[in-house]
Structure formats: structure tokens, C-alpha cells
């Protein structure tokens, strides 16, 4: 059997508060007699008096505790001024108490003290769990920790002692009340724990790395003094950022907290609540009250559903940073009534406000220091039982001065005094705070400010090198239509962006016959500047290949096997229509019309004597995606006056209006019979026009080319 029986009293008079508190636990006791206890504090009361009622009241009872930042439990609840007594009965677990002394100076000699003097009690038995209480002001945590973790060789947990001050701070080992020290309970025999670690905190910012550092002093970060680097971060304040702490990060990328607690204002340094490494990368951190208890409730639910099956706890102890509860201000009651209703129903729950937290950070790893965390430890022989005991009614008494008016008056207005004490510091706290939010909202101002300016000027760039581009290429496109004997031809390109993919060429090719002219139309995948730098490729390569002359089908391959050196495998590629059109030498026969089409949509041909459409259809696969492509080239005999030859772009078929209607071939073709005795330019214009009229004032999705050849 084991079980723990708690008595917390708030009081502002020791012996109310700790009469209250013995009473609360010797009824609950109902008999039994307690093998060891924990003694919890504000550090207001008279703490001598406090611990030798206590002994005398438990007898040759190990007890250890220390003051603390704030304690809870399911006797009250939360409390900032109260003493909260946990007692230990079992049959089955033994328990031994040790105390080490001088840990500033030597803090791995005084956890070797503490737990010798705690094993003492049971020398041949190894402790299977361990708690401890140490004071943090002036040591390096850590070392002391990792000290007392390897001393004990068990799983060690709790918290470092806190105060109203820091120079409030004690801990206690029976009736002392000591400075300095290490206090540790170890408890012998089937005491197994199971426990849970809540950081809230989340780094913001960039990493930046600590430069220099001397012991526990961080003196510079990222080129500066370290509080220049705070200040620089969170603008402008005069207390210690103590609820913005930094993420240290270790080599397996998990970082640890810690908190500045003091600035040196001329030397720029600042003291952390441990040591942090010189050359380590750090972060600001940030908490929110919201974030915190969403945290606590998901860590909570968590450690409960990964008890093993059959472990059933018989209580439970929590330490809290003391920075959380300034954080969670009313809410801090939220933090424990989540245990509450985590953990099975009547479950012995206490702890307390700590200036640090003991834990290992995984099951199986040594203990470590930790900072604004929230450490849940649930322990026992794993029966139960301890929350199986009818829970007494336990009856506050009335203080012996109830009766003296003047005195219950006097009781009053003390205990007012100190609840407006505690404003006052809390006042201060939250005006230091009010300075870091102004800091920090007075620099988002500027640096939004400062960015903005900085976007407009880069957008101006922007602006002007689009507009630049632009120019460029609608320079690349022909300037006029060409006159070619025999043709009337007409072309547009009209861009979404400033820039666009679609392209289109007259080209005079060497050797292909008086009065002929060939007609390119090619459209570059998606649209923009990449689009527009892979055409003006395209264009130059294929300007450079007509010009020596040769058959369409041998243009067409040569460009696609240069564009593929440079379009291979980043998903780019260019559709090409190649049209030549070469009338009859002598006029007495038909023209004939050769193509080459490289996955581009085909050209439509009219002929209004037949009041019919044929589709130049033949082709093969765009460029630029397989090297080694051989096009072939196809020929169309029956040119005849009249006719109207038109090469476009997806741009206008697939536009849409507002009911998401596409404009479509069979609107082209239309709008092109409609008009086919008109010149090229006007076909051209009547197209465009009524594609805009179709759109309805909705901004072009892709590019529009389009090319009309008439033939005389």
C-alpha cells in the first residue's frame, strides 16, 4: 500500500496556517502514521516555527521541502500564500531523507552529500525514485542537477526553491532551515513514476549564434552585447525579458530554455539561468497564455494514456516555473485543473512554483535542468490505493483569535497588506511587460515601415525593368506586316504580363521561290518572363536556321534539338506552327502551301467560294522535349485567291467569360467567315475585338496571337 494525504491552509499567521495544515493531514491520515514528508511554503511565514510544528507534530518523520513562488494542490487549490504539507504512508515503500551542504562552491560534493545521507537509510538498497528541492540563486543548475541524477542512480524529479524574492529562497530538512543546500527525499522499495514535460514556449525569430560568454553570463550574441541583442530583438525595456527566454539548441537539433534574470546595463552581458554554451545557436522564445494550457492539456493527455496497463497511480506532484504563472495570471488556476481532470478522480495532486524544474527529458535519460516548464510526476507502488481512501471531512477550525475582535482585525488588515504588496508587484511586472509590448509594436512599426518603403522601391525596379522588357519584346515582333506580292497579311500579340510566351515570325528562307513567305506562330508553356526568355530563343535560333536556307521540316528539327540542350527536364517546351506559302511562279497554277506543326493547334484555311474550314492538321510533338525528333513536312496544293489562312494561339478559344464559357474554335470560325472579305488587319482586329466583348472586363488569363494571310 501506498498513499499521500496533503493539508494546505492560507494564512498570514504561522501558527493559524500551520495548525490548519497539520489538522487537514492528521485527519486524513485517520490513524496512520506517515513515513516521510514534503514541506511547501510562501516565504512570509515565520519558517523556524513552521518546521518545528511540524516535527513535533510527526515525529522522527524525514521531511524536506523548501519555499516556494506559489503552491496548489487538491486540498485549496492554487495559492500565493499558503503552506501545503505532503505525507507519505506505506507498507511497501521505505524512505530516507539527505541534505547537501555548500552547493555554490562545490555543487557536485553536495549532491554527493545529500544522497549518501539519504541512502543511509537503507544501505543496501538501491532508491528506485527520488525528489529533490534545491536553491538555484548563485549556482549553475545543471552541474548540480547532473550531479545529484548520477548520486541518487534512480529517476529524480522537482523543483528549485522560489520565494517573494530571491532573497527570500530556503529549503528545509527537518527542523533547519538552511541556504544553499540540497535537500532530497528517496523513496526504497516498488515506487515507480511516470511523468510528463510541458515546454510552451516557441522560438521566433532567427537563429543567431552566442559569441561569448563568461559562466552563467551571456556577453555577446550575433555581433552584439547580449543586451543590446534583447533590446535590438524587443525593443526598448529595463527589466530582464524574464518571459522571453532563449531556446539554447543542442547538436540533435532539441533546444533547452533559458532565462535572462539580470542585465548589465555597462557591461551589456546578461545573467541566464544557466550556463549557455559559447557558440551556440540560439532563439528568442514566446508564450502565450492560450498556447499554454493547450499544451498542458495535450502533454497531459498524453502521459495518462501512456501509463503501462495495470499502473494505477496513487499521487501526483507538479513543479511549474514560476514565469508561467506570471504569463497564465488568472488562468494559472487552469494549469492545475487540468490535472484534475486528467487524472483518475481523488488523486492526492500537489506542487508548486518553482525557479526552475528537475526532469529527465525522455524515460531511462539522467535528469536535467529545465526552465519554464511544467513537470508532472505520477508515482506510487502502481496498486492505487492511495486514491482509494475516503476522503475525511476536515473542518477548518476558527483561529484562536476569532473570539478577540482586535485581533481578527488586525489578521485581516496584515493579510490585506500583503495581497496589495503583491499587486504593487505584480503592477510593476505588468507595466515592464506594457514597455516590451510598446517596444515591440513601436519596432514592427518602423520595420514595417521601413519595408514598405523598401517593396515600393523594389516594385519601381520591378515596374521599370518589366516595362523594359516589354519594350524589348514587342520589338522582337514584327513592326509591320510584310507586303508580299500576291498576300495580305496582318498579325497580333497581345501579352496577360508584361511579358509572354507567344510569338510569332515572317521569315524570308532562301531558295523557296519568288514571292514566297513563310508564316511562324509558337506559343512557350505558361506565360511571364520565363516564358518570354525561352521564345526570344526559340525566335533567334530559328531566324539564324532559316536564313542558311533548307526545307521547313530541317528548321523545325535543328531548333528543337538546340532547345532541348536547354529545356531537358524543367518541364518547359514550345508549340510551332511552320507555315511557307508559295504561289505559282507564273500565276497558272494553284499555290501550294508546306507545314510543319510541332504540337501546335492547326491552321485553319477558309475558302469562301466552298464556304468551307480545313484544318492543317498533320504535325508531330512539341519542342524541346525530346532531342532527336524527325518532323515531317506536309503540303496543301489547292491555294487559291480568297482564301483566308489563320494561325492563333490557345489564348483565344480557351479564354472564358464570367459564367465560365470558353470562347471556342467554332466563335472563331464564325467571326472568320463573317469577315473574310475584309483585309487581314480588319479580320484580325474583328477577331479581337469580340474575344474582349466575350471576356466581359475579365483580365486575360493567358496570351493572344493571332495571324491572318489572305491570299490575292
Not at 540563486?137 to 548520486?151: D, E
Request: net charge negative; glycine share 10%.
Amino acid at each position: 500500500m501506498f498513499r499521500a494525504v496533503i493539508g494546505q491552509a492560507q494564512c498570514v499567521d504561522t501558527e493559524c496556517a500551520a495548525g490548519n495544515v497539520i489538522r487537514q493531514c492528521r485527519a486524513r491520515l485517520a490513524g496512520s502514521v506517515p513515513g516521510a514528508g514534503l514541506l511547501f511554503s510562501s516565504s512570509g511565514f515565520d519558517l523556524p516555527l513552521l518546521l518545528d510544528m511540524t516535527a513535533e507534530s510527526f515525529p522522527d518523520m524525514p521531511l524536506v521541502g523548501c519555499t516556494t513562488a506559489g503552491q496548489f494542490s487538491t486540498a485549496l487549490g492554487p495559492s500565493l500564500d499558503a503552506v501545503c504539507l505532503v505525507l507519505f504512508v506505506s507498507d511497501t515503500v521505505g524512505f530516507g531523507a539527505g541534505l547537501g551542504k555548500n552547493a555554490l562552491a562545490d555543487p557536485e560534493g553536495a549532491a554527493l552529500e545529500a544522497a549518501a545521507m539519504a541512502r543511509m537509510s537503507h544501505p543496501e538498497t538501491q532508491p528506485s525514485l527520488a525528489f529533490a528541492f534545491p536553491e538555484a540563486m548563485g549556482l549553475t543548475p545543471g552541474r548540480l542537477v547532473s550531479a545529484l541524477s548520477a548520486s541518487v542512480g534512480c529517476p529524480l524529479f522537482g523543483g528549485f526553491a522560489g520565494g517573494e524574492g530571491r532573497d527570500d529562497v530556503r529549503q528545509f530538512f527537518g527542523r533547519e532551515v538552511v541556504r544553499g543546500a540540497v535537500p532530497v527525499l528517496c523513496m526504497f522499495g516498488p515506487a515507480r513514476a511516470f511523468f510528463a514535460v510541458s515546454n510552451s514556449w516557441r522560438p521566433v525569430g532567427r537563429r543567431v549564434r552566442v559569441e561569448a560568454v563568461d559562466g552563467n553570463r551571456v556577453l555577446r550574441i550575433d555581433g552584439r552585447a547580449a543586451v543590446e541583442f534583447y533590446r535590438d530583438t524587443l525593443g526598448p525595456h529595463g527589466l530582464p525579458a524574464t518571459e522571453m527566454p532563449l531556446a539554447v539548441f543542442g547538436d540533435d537539433g532539441r533546444f533547452t530554455i533559458r532565462g535572462p534574470l539580470d542585465y548589465d546595463e555597462e557591461g551589456g552581458g546578461i545573467a541566464f539561468s544557466d550556463v549557455v554554451p559559447e557558440g551556440a545557436e540560439v532563439r528568442i522564445t514566446e508564450a502565450t497564455r492560450a498556447g499554454i494550457i493547450t499544451d498542458v492539456d495535450k502533454t497531459l493527455g498524453e502521459l495518462c494514456r501512456s501509463l503501462p496497463q495495470g499502473f494505477v497511480p496513487d499521487a501526483a506532484l507538479a513543479f511549474s516555473c514560476s514565469t508561467r504563472r506570471i504569463i497564465l495570471g488568472l488562468r494559472s488556476r487552469e494549469e492545475f485543473e487540468l490535472m484534475r481532470r486528467h487524472f483518475p478522480p481523488g488523486l492526492p495532486i500537489a506542487g508548486f512554483h518553482a525557479y526552475g524544474e528537475i526532469s529527465p527529458l525522455s524515460p531511462g535519460d539522467p535528469a536535467r535542468f529545465h526552465n519554464c516548464t511544467l513537470v508532472t510526476v505520477l508515482f506510487g507502488d502502481g496498486k492505487g490505493e492511495g486514491a482509494s481512501f475516503p476522503e475525511p471531512s476536515v473542518e477548518v477550525p476558527a483561529p484562536e483569535c476569532a473570539a478577540d475582535a482586535m485581533a481578527m482585525k488586525d489578521r485581516e488588515i496584515r493579510f490585506l497588506k500583503k495581497q496589495l504588496a503583491r499587486s504593487e508587484q505584480l503592477i510593476v511586472r505588468l507595466e515592464h511587460l506594457r514597455d516590451i509590448a510598446s517596444g515591440l509594436q513601436s519596432r514592427m512599426n518602423t520595420e514595417l515601415r521601413d519595408a514598405n518603403l523598401t517593396i515600393r522601391e523594389k516594385n519601381r525596379l520591378l515596374r521599370e525593368a518589366l516595362a523594359l522588357a516589354e519594350e524589348v519584346q514587342l520589338r522582337l515582333l514584327p513592326r509591320d506586316n510584310p507586303a508580299v506580292p500576291g498576300f495580305d497579311i496582318a498579325g497580333k500579340s497581345i501579352y496577360c504580363d508584361e511579358t509572354g510566351g507567344d510569338y510569332y515570325d515572317y521569315l524570308a528562307v532562301p531558295g523557296a521561290g519568288p514571292g514566297s513567305v513563310a508564316v511562324v506562330v509558337g506559343d512557350v508553356s505558361g506565360h511571364g518572363v520565363a516564358s518570354a526568355l525561352l521564345m526570344t530563343t526559340a525566335r533567334a535560333l530559328l531566324r539564324m536556321r532559316a536564313s542558311m536556307g533548307g526545307a521547313p521540316a530541317c528548321h523545325v528539327e535543328d531548333l528543337n534539338r538546340l532547345l532541348t540542350q536547354d529545356t531537358a527536364e524543367t518541364g518547359r517546351f514550345v508549340t510551332l506552327f511552320y507555315l511557307s506559302m508559295e504561289p505559282s511562279p507564273d500565276g497558272s497554277q494553284p499555290g501550294r502551301m508546306r507545314w510543319v506543326r510541332a504540337g501546335h493547334d492547326p491552321a485553319l484555311v477558309y475558302d469562301p467560294a466552298r464556304r468551307e474550314f480545313l484544318e492543317l492538321a498533320e504535325g508531330g510533338v512539341p519542342l524541346g522535349i525530346i532531342g532527336e525528333v524527325a518532323y515531317e513536312e506536309f503540303v496543301f496544293e489547292g491555294m487559291a485567291g480568297g482564301q483566308v489562312v489563320a494561325l492563333g494561339t490557345d489564348g483565344i478559344w480557351e479564354a472564358r467569360n464570367r459564367n465560365g464559357e470558353m470562347f471556342g474554335k467554332m466563335r472563331l470560325r464564325r467571326i472568320i467567315s463573317e469577315h473574310a472579305d475584309l483585309a487581314a488587319r480588319k479580320i484580325v482586329a474583328a477577331v479581337l475585338e469580340e474575344l474582349e466583348a466575350f471576356r466581359r472586363g475579365l483580365p486575360a488569363e493567358d496570351d493572344v496571337t493571332l495571324v491572318v494571310v489572305k491570299v490575292l
